[in-house]
């Protein structure tokens, strides 16, 4: 099983219009990371969040780490098409151990 | 292009052999991670090496190995190879700002093993 879970799995919406991802812990995250990957690619840094409660912007993404520092969200206001891609969640989870999350898959229609 | 290098871009070879991978970090970066891509076990990550040192271990299988070279590129070693090693991998190098780690992540080795 993940340790990091991600939903939806895939998604598909019309350009202009936003979008959640969530990513989920079982257990205290200590850092979240945010990946943008385009297929077979490398991955792209987009934030990374550490305190509870903590959130930041890049250009029209948002990620917030909830106060338990078990839960992140994703948010992409005004959706174009480049920012179709897989995003993908990861995370320090204590005693060395870095995982990450099965990854979203997103379309964005024109 | 995030300034980190991985060569070769592409490994095909036979099950039982041994590849080595490299990777060259941004300028100024000591921190490198090496991570695994594969269709049924996601991205998983493997070893992190900073300025020569391992600093921290995770799925990686004991068929692997990874060292720093003074210089700062990184090689991941993998060796007796099988089937299932089949996967993208990935380098990245990092820079730390206050408390924020940025990684930057090479354009990976698609390694095959027939």
């Known amino acids: 099983s993940q340790e990091l879970e991600q939903s939806p799995q895939s998604l598909i919406v019309q350009e202009g219009k936003n979008l959640t991802i969530n990513c989920t812990s079982s257990?205290?995250?200590?850092?979240l990371y945010w990946y943008k990957q385009k297929y077979g690619e490398g991955l792209i840094f987009l934030m990374m969040?550490?305190?509870?409660?903590e959130e930041k912007s890049h250009e029209k993404i948002t990620a917030k780490l909830d106060e338990k520092k078990q839960q992140s969200s994703l948010h992409i206001t005004a959706s174009q098409p480049s920012h179709a891609g897989i995003y993908l969640c990861?995370?320090?989870?204590?005693?060395?151990?870095?995982?990450f999350g099965p990854g979203t898959r997103l379309s964005v229609l024109p | 292009d995030s300034g980190v290098t991985q060569t070769p871009k592409h490994l095909i070879t036979a099950t039982g052999q041994r590849v080595t991978l490299r990777c060259s970090p941004r300028?100024?970066?000591?921190?490198v991670y090496w991570y695994q891509q594969s269709l049924d076990q996601g991205l998983q990550f493997l070893i992190q090496?900073?300025?020569?040192?391992?600093?921290a271990k995770g799925n990686i299988l004991e068929r692997f190995s990874a060292q720093q070279f003074p210089d700062l590129h990184s090689e991941l070693n993998l060796s007796s190879l099988e089937l299932g090693d089949s996967a993208l991998y990935f380098c990245?190098?990092?820079?730390?700002?206050?408390?924020?780690?940025?990684?930057?992540f090479g354009p990976g080795t698609r390694l095959l093993v027939l």
């Open positions: 990245a190098s990092s820079v730390v700002d206050g408390e924020v780690e940025t990684q930057y």
């Open positions: 257990k205290t995250l200590y850092g």
């Open positions: 969040l550490q305190k509870g409660g």
């Open positions: 990861g995370a320090d989870i204590g005693g060395q151990n870095f995982v």
């Open positions: 300028s100024g970066d000591l921190s």
């Open positions: 090496y900073y300025n020569g040192e391992e600093r």
